[in-house]
């Protein structure tokens, strides 16, 4: 356990720790939570998840034989654009919370220095500032990407194990996106082909902007805001 945290909020402290050559984040010393593309769930998703099938894959139109460029301004852990680098996308992830941040770049460090990705450095880039910041940049740079990928975060009204253990330190440190309605906007001016924006199942619509279509998971759903046709 390192003496200083490396982030504080109130009486919580969050502590960086190494175990098992994986930069971990833990609060209590106990659960912990790290980002690691080569093994886990990340990897049984990559080989056993359903491939162009899968969910989020319709959603940024793979399904109809693309593999768009993809900006996820809210990159989290990074599972989903892993999921659409691993079908053939090239996709930029945006995070601004330093914390997590830091555990995206150990894991992409790992994730380059083993051969079964061996398309990762290639498909995978990362960048640490705020999402409006980002999708700013990216309109007044003329960046092309074909689809922006949201997935702000969301009060989870959940109370599983499951939840608490993944989710605990995000809710403690990262809370929830309060400006997330005001990326919908951005995210469709810079995106040339769709928006995807990942909600829980009981979430409005993002800035209340209804999606030109929506496909619905068990507990979550991809609303997409079409602009032009997939090719």
Not at 15 to 37: E, N, P, R
Not at 117 to 126: A, C, K, V
């Amino acid at each position: 356990m390192s003496h200083q945290p490396v982030y504080q909020k109130g009486q919580n402290e969050l502590h960086a720790v190494f175990d098992d050559d994986k930069l971990c984040l833990t609060i209590d010393g106990k659960s912990k939570i790290s980002v690691d593309f080569v093994s886990g769930a990340n990897a049984h998703r990559h080989k056993f998840g359903g491939g162009k099938g899968q969910a989020i894959a319709k959603a940024a139109g793979l399904n109809k034989g693309a593999t768009p460029s993809v900006l996820d301004a809210t990159a989290g852990m990074g599972k989903d654009a892993f999921v659409l680098a691993s079908l053939g996308c090239k996709v930029t992830l945006v995070e601004r919370q330093i914390p997590v941040y830091m555990m995206l770049v150990d894991g992409f460090r790992r994730a380059r220095e083993d051969d079964s990705l061996p398309w990762f450095d290639e498909r995978m880039s990362l960048i640490n500032a705020p999402s409006q910041e980002a999708l700013a940049n990216a309109i007044e740079q003329k960046h092309q990407y074909d689809v922006v990928y949201l997935d702000p975060m969301f009060p989870h009204r959940e109370k599983s194990a499951a939840v608490k253990k993944d989710m605990a330190i995000f809710q403690t440190f990262v809370g929830t996106d309060d400006d997330a309605d005001e990326l919908l906007p951005l995210a469709y001016e810079l995106a040339s082909k769709r928006v995807v924006v990942k909600r829980p199942d009981y979430a409005p619509f993002l800035n209340n902007q209804t999606p030109s279509t929506k496909i619905e998971t068990k507990k979550n759903r991809f609303d997409v805001y079409v602009k032009a046709a997939m090719k």
